[in-house]
């Protein structure tokens, strides 16, 4: 009898074990302690398999030179944040790893833009480099798109998950971009965004100054303007928001010749200030100005004709920090930080059908240059007194129906073209309007503003009604900005406790505990030697 249970329990127990095997394919279970739980998807990456058809698959192929997976760590945690659509899809999504090499597809793959990388080892005191490969192939149905390069969890889930959203929904993701100053060019002067952008799974349409912009397009990025757009062109811009389009503004109110020698004046303003100020947000065209500024380099030619290198504190340029934001919005919710370059700042005047909200605000210590506009490093410090000092709006956001600033007048002319009518009443719609054109152009370089890009990102999801996945881009961990405490005295605050606990605490308590297992030590010597 006891052979037969023992029988009985063995057979069950191996069941047990099949079953368990089987059912994890579809319950699963997975416990993340990172911070923002960035190892794990997100709940909008999990509810894609609600939008997946029965009977189709999305399939993630992730195309990892064994050779790289073995030397460093970070392929296996990209691995396992793939395989988490998976194990969440109920079976609708379908991950896959390949070695290019060893499926020998990577000159197909090399074609179809995977990037090879080149890296030294040292086996067996011998150098040599090799080339690898880090890709995701995303695919459904006949659609597919590559990821080229893919090192990092930063921005994987927003990346993978986007560009499956837009799969699925069979519409892609594409910006309107109208470069409004005419001294400058999308190709030449907003690279860096241009780059960032087709990372992100945005298709790009140029919109020339005058040109109609599609009632289709969902997101229309103006960059500067003030002195440039004709009544023409901002009739195109009130039509497009008239009809539900959606903007963000990047304006400026002092010109900076920054390729130059710095000069500023202030701009003259064909109307762009004054429509969008008639939507809520009024640009003061003065500059705002911060102790606790970034740091600029440059030359000057010395008297004895020699180059000396200078390295300053500018207060034109200054970071927006996690204390001057608005948390609860989710264009800055999860702030990584923001550079500005030469901003001015803005007044919120929305009018009725509108709500406005602040993105960001400048520090209590800010204070303004309302005419004499030095801008001169080797001057500014030598200005006296500052004007004005106080918490400034450089950032804000409009929601609602906007008024039309063209109501009730003639529409503009031109020969041999003709504007459409405005539509008789205004659809809701979307503006952020932030006072700084320099922030996504390629000043972000001199101060390592990557976060400035991401924060646009950001902006322009939360405009086309993706604030979800705008919620999950750069849900990992990050080191952050090192100069995130910007306060001098608490700065100063945390450096010498920092000191203290590194320097002379730590050091003292780990004496005070060799000494304690001495002492005791010898007490037990002692007692045993007298229990002997």
Do not use: C
């Amino acid at each position: 009898m006891e052979k037969r249970q023992a029988a009985i329990l063995l057979a069950l127990s191996a069941a047990v074990l099949v079953l368990g095997f089987l059912l994890s394919r579809r319950f699963w279970f997975r416990l993340d302690l990172s911070r923002n739980r960035g190892s794990t998807i997100s709940a909008v990456s999990r509810n894609l398999r609600n939008e997946i058809p029965p009977g189709d698959e999305v399939r993630l192929t992730y195309y990892i030179s064994d050779r790289l997976a073995s030397l460093h760590p970070m392929p296996g945690e990209i691995e396992d944040l793939l395989r988490d659509y998976a194990s969440w899809s109920g079976g609708r999504i379908r991950f896959i790893r390949r070695d290019p090499v060893k499926a020998n597809m990577a000159a197909e793959l090399e074609q179809l833009g995977l990037i090879p990388q080149q890296i030294p080892i040292v086996e067996q005191d011998q150098s040599s480099v090799v080339t690898v490969y880090s890709g995701l192939m995303i695919e459904y149905l006949d659609r597919a798109e590559l990821l080229p390069l893919v090192f990092s969890l930063d921005t994987l889930e927003y990346d993978v998950s986007s560009r499956v959203r837009s799969m699925l929904r069979g519409t892609g993701r594409q910006i309107g971009i109208l470069v409004g100053d005419a001294f400058r060019q999308w190709n030449t002067h907003y690279q860096g965004l241009a780059q960032v952008l087709s990372q992100s799974g945005y298709g790009v349409r140029l919109v020339g100054a005058g040109e109609e912009i599609p009632a289709a397009l969902p997101v229309l990025l103006v960059l500067g303007g003030t002195e440039d757009l004709d009544d023409w062109s901002l009739f195109r811009i009130d039509h497009y928001i008239q009809n539900g389009g959606r903007v963000f503004f990047a304006l400026d109110g002092v010109y900076v010749d920054s390729e130059g020698n710095l000069e500023a004046r202030l701009m003259e303003d064909r109307g762009l200030l004054a429509m969008v100020s008639f939507y809520g947000a009024t640009l003061v065209p003065e500059l705002t100005l911060e102790r606790r500024s970034r740091t600029l380099e440059y030359q000057i030619q010395a008297p004895n004709g020699a180059l000396q290198f200078r390295i300053v504190q500018y207060p034109h340029w200054f970071g927006v920090f996690r204390e001057n934001v608005n948390a609860a919005h989710p264009v800055t919710a999860n702030f990584g930080g923001l550079d500005l370059y030469w901003p001015s700042h803005l007044m919120a005047n929305p009018p009725s059908g509108v709500e406005g909200e602040t993105l960001f605000t400048s520090s209590g210590e800010s204070w303004v240059l309302k005419d004499n506009f030095v801008t001169n490093p080797e001057l500014v410090y030598q200005m006296g007194g500052v004007e004005d000092p106080g918490q400034r709006i450089l950032g804000l956001s409009l929601s609602g129906s906007f008024p039309s600033w063209f109501r009730g007048l003639a529409k503009p002319e031109r020969e041999g073209e003709t504007l459409p009518d405005l539509p008789p009443a205004p659809s809701p719609s979307r503006i952020i309007v932030v006072s700084d054109t320099d922030m996504v152009s390629g000043l972000l370089n001199y101060t390592r503003a990557a976060y400035n890009l991401d924060f646009m990102i950001r902006a322009l999801d939360w405009l086309g009604n993706d604030s979800e996945l705008s919620g999950i881009r750069g849900r990992a961990g990050r080191s952050g900005r090192l100069d995130r405490i910007a306060d001098p005295a608490a700065k100063t605050r945390v450096m010498a406790f920092a000191q203290g606990l590194n320097v002379v605490f730590l050091p003292l308590a780990f004496i005070a505990a060799g000494l304690l297992f001495a002492w005791r030590r010898a007490r037990n010597n002692r007692e045993r030697g007298n229990g002997i």
